[in-house]
């Protein structure tokens, strides 16, 4: 089992639509967890950090579900400039350094 | 502007060459990575600074070396040993965790590494 776990996608949603992402971990210590933004051919950029309570940045909002190892993206009312690959990324917490990248979801969002 | 800087952008490599990719960032930060992304794979960690002059392997250090001489810089070298270099390089930094925040990683825009 990898250690965190992505649907590649792609999600191809249109503009206007709502969309969700899961990501699931095996490390039930982990502590950590962010989701960033890449696009194509680019480098990963932070989108937001995830913390325990939820929490929103605008049309952007990430939860964490401890008891079933996931977070989930959601992401309000799409536009086309959110067309990118969202990985979700770990800290297992067993030493400060290492983060865990999802292979990340693709999301198209068509006109 | 503060910042992370990699070059080059793009780097050809013939075969049993090494090459030297750059790293620079000014955003005072203590703790420096560098990663290796394959198409539809997720970022493999090949080797991490905590401090100036100590570095540490990551998942996929063989056919790599580092330096660490400066706070500033954190040059990768790919060396011949390394059998399938192709890949985009990735180099990170990033400040410790404070009360209340959690450690946050930052990018430098990547180097293109092809195999001539």
């Known amino acids: 089992r990898k250690e965190v776990e992505q649907d590649p996608g792609p999600f191809n949603v249109p503009e206007g639509a709502t969309v969700a992402f899961n990501c699931t971990y095996s490390n039930s210590a982990s502590q950590s967890f962010f989701w960033y933004r890449q696009d194509c051919r680019k480098e990963p950029k932070l989108l937001m950090s995830v913390y325990s309570s939820g929490n929103e940045d605008g049309r952007f909002t990430a939860q964490l579900n401890r008891a079933s190892q996931y977070i989930s993206l959601l992401i309000r009312d799409s536009k086309l400039s959110d067309s990118a690959t969202y990985l979700c990324v770990v800290n297992p917490m067993d030493s400060s350094y290492k983060l865990i990248f999802g292979s990340g979801t693709r999301l198209l969002v068509r006109p | 502007d503060g910042g992370i800087t990699q070059s080059p952008k793009y780097l050809f490599r013939k075969e049993g060459q090494n090459v030297t990719l750059s790293c620079e960032q000014n955003l005072n930060h203590d703790a420096m990575y560098w990663y290796r992304q394959d198409p539809g794979q997720g970022l493999r960690l090949i080797y991490y600074s905590q401090i100036v002059n100590d570095f540490q392997k990551g998942d996929i250090a063989e056919g790599y070396s580092v330096s660490r001489e400066k706070k500033e810089s954190f040059p990768l070298t790919v060396t011949s040993a390394q059998k399938n270099p192709t890949a985009f390089y990735l180099c990170?930094?990033?400040?410790?965790?404070?009360?209340?925040?959690?450690?946050?990683?930052?990018f430098g825009p990547g180097t293109r590494l092809l195999v001539l």
């Open positions: 990170a930094s990033s400040t410790p965790a404070t009360s209340g925040d959690q450690e946050t990683q930052y």
